[in-house]
């Protein structure tokens, strides 16, 4: 399943001792700070190669949940989940119809896991589904309200703890209405002011300050923009460096970066293996230097696993076919300020034991 770009998409006993006196170049805290890096893990039995899956953290199990996608001969309806070393299929009583393109993202309010949308190769899905972490089991939701059915819909954490959707597209336009979940319907939003239609857009939320950032995405009109949210309103950016537009991205916010980390996606048919922070301090994006980074793809899951400690990435597609590759966002150390040495003349009272 390939998404084409559209239009504006570290003594000697003597008289005399040298006694070091450390400078540190940055505070304890600051010495903690790191770099980031990708290294590719050796699961055991990971899913087939699929792009365009939904993937998020389930708080509840405690694993990363993955659901359908593409594989290149037909779409998918398997569930599977990854605990930092293993990926296990789940065999559930009932599951979603195929699909890809779809998204889902966790309500910590409900305390389940929100699906809705995608396509099936025929149609666009307006479906909700609910997984849950205690039973490992999918449920059909029945509200009495419900979003268009589209394919590539942004689906994040609201401030408030629900799930929340916006845009997606609907076969005919791009949407620009946003809808939140209140744990048995949907419930529309009408913020003063929303980012202009798009679908397959990457958007995250820091859940630290409760900031969604959203960018790109494929729109009629230019979606290549940065959009923040605030729980009420949506603020376009004004970056002074942001990423290339690219459309089917992928996006989670890391705490060890303290930032929303952006990934891959697709340009004008090129897809991309960039890797960017979006600085909330700065109102701006930072393209990270990687010594490793995955191979260049779009429609890949990314996920922050929070009992790993670490954003996990698996699948996609180029243009040479699918994945099924499982890599890590790691801190690598900031190296350690040599300690500085200055002679000091003192008396010894005793010999060190």
Not at 150 to 171: C, K, Q
Request: some cysteine; overall charge negative.
């Amino acid at each position: 399943m390939k998404l084409n770009r559209v239009r504006y998409f570290s003594p000697v006993l003597t008289i005399l001792i040298c006694c070091i006196s450390i400078a540190f170049a940055v505070g304890a805290e600051a010495a903690q700070s790191s770099f980031p890096d990708w290294i590719e893990l050796s699961p055991h039995g990971p899913p087939p190669a699929r792009s365009y899956l939904a993937m998020t953290y389930d708080p509840v199990s405690g694993k990363i949940i993955a659901f359908g996608g593409f594989d290149g001969t037909g779409y998918l309806n398997d569930t599977w989940s990854f605990d930092g070393t293993n990926w296990t299929q789940i065999a559930t009583q009932s599951a979603p119809p195929a699909r890809a393109a779809a998204q889902m993202t966790y309500d910590s309010v409900a305390q389940k896991v929100v699906l809705f949308g995608g396509y099936d190769g025929t149609n666009r899905l307006g479906d909700t589904w609910l997984w849950d972490g205690t039973t490992l089991q999918w449920t059909q939701a029945t509200p009495a309200h419900q979003p268009t059915p589209v394919t590539g819909p942004m689906l994040f954490p609201d401030p408030n703890g629900r799930a929340d959707l916006f845009g997606g597209f609907d076969g005919q336009f791009y949407q620009l209405t946003m809808w939140q979940w209140s744990g048995f319907d949907w419930t529309q939003l009408f913020p003063p002011k929303v980012p202009f239609a798009r679908s397959s857009a990457a958007v995250a939320t820091n859940t630290s300050t409760g900031q969604v950032v959203m960018f790109g995405g494929l729109g009629d009109v230019n979606p290549n923009n940065t959009w923040t949210y605030d729980g009420t309103t949506w603020t376009l950016q004004s970056p002074a460096v942001q990423p290339l537009l690219v459309y089917a991205a992928s996006a989670a916010f890391d705490p060890g970066q303290q930032g929303v980390v952006l990934f891959g996606g697709g340009s004008g048919g090129v897809d991309q293996n960039t890797t960017w922070l979006w600085d909330q301090v700065g109102d701006t994006w930072t393209q990270l230097s990687t010594a490793q980074s995955p191979p260049a793809r779009e429609g890949a899951g990314m996920t922050y696993d929070t009992a790993l400690g670490r954003v996990i990435l698996f699948g996609g597609q180029d243009n040479n076919g699918y994945f099924n590759d499982t890599w890590e966002l790691i801190p690598t150390p900031t190296p350690t300020p040599r300690p500085t040495a200055t002679p000091r003349s003192r008396p010894t009272p005793h010999p060190r034991p």
